[in-house]
């Protein structure tokens, strides 16, 4: 594995359930994220996928062990980490531009640089045609691309995506995987990609990282030496779809 970026060190995040008893979303979870990786964390609903993304965006602090980035704790939100979510998250009231400047402007860059850099981002995503357009008048597909841009103006070092496709249609889904592959693979971007959805992690991840519930932990690793682009329709796809559904189903069972 490449250097270490990011790393989860016996994380545990206990929270108060509404009779006040502790629940365990996740327990003594380590993971280290290399530089320009491409993780995918994969497991069934509750397992704790957004409470560790939120840990590691600096959301929140674990209740036991520790997180740090580049070798220094993690205590907060930083621009090193860019977040994206499954909701658009976009100002209505601000065209695609003036919602990608948004972190610059919160961050007093000048006008003039906020554009370039903006303009820069969308391009990047191919949306830079639709600077000027308000999310009312831009496709599902389009908004997520332009959350993606968002994230991606103040140069993160790694792009936290939370189910960033899954409110859009399927085949839109495809194109938004493709593009974000080749994004990537056009940086030096490392990428946590949380999912529902085997084949998103067969088709996008280095590295599967399985996980379980009740207490959220991690059930599997899979490291994924397949080339890109991977073909859906080849076996070797088949037999891949099939490693990390075979560990999912394992870990639902004794789980439960
Ligand atoms: N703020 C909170 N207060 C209390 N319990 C919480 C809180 N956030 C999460 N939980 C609990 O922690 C566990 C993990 O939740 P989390 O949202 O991280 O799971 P997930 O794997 O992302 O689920 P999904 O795939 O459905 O989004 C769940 O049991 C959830 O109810």
New binding site residues.
Partial sequence: MSDALIEVASVSQV???RDGSP?F?LRDVSLTIGKGEFVCLI?P????????MHLIAGFMTPTRGRISFSGTPVTGPSPDRGVVFQEYALFAWMTAQQNVEFGLRMRGFPSRIRAARALEALERVGLAHAANKYPHELSGGMRQRVAVARALVVKPAVLLMDEPFAAVDAITRQALQEDLLRLWRNSELSVIF?T?NIDEAAFLAQRVVV?S?HP?AIRADIAIDASYPRDRSSAAFGELYSRISTSLSVGTRSAA
């Avoid at 609903?45 to 560790?52: A, D, F, N, R």
């Fill in positions: 929270f108060a359930t629940t979303a497991g609903s509750g397992c704790g996928k957004t409470t560790l949380v529902h996980m519930p959220g």
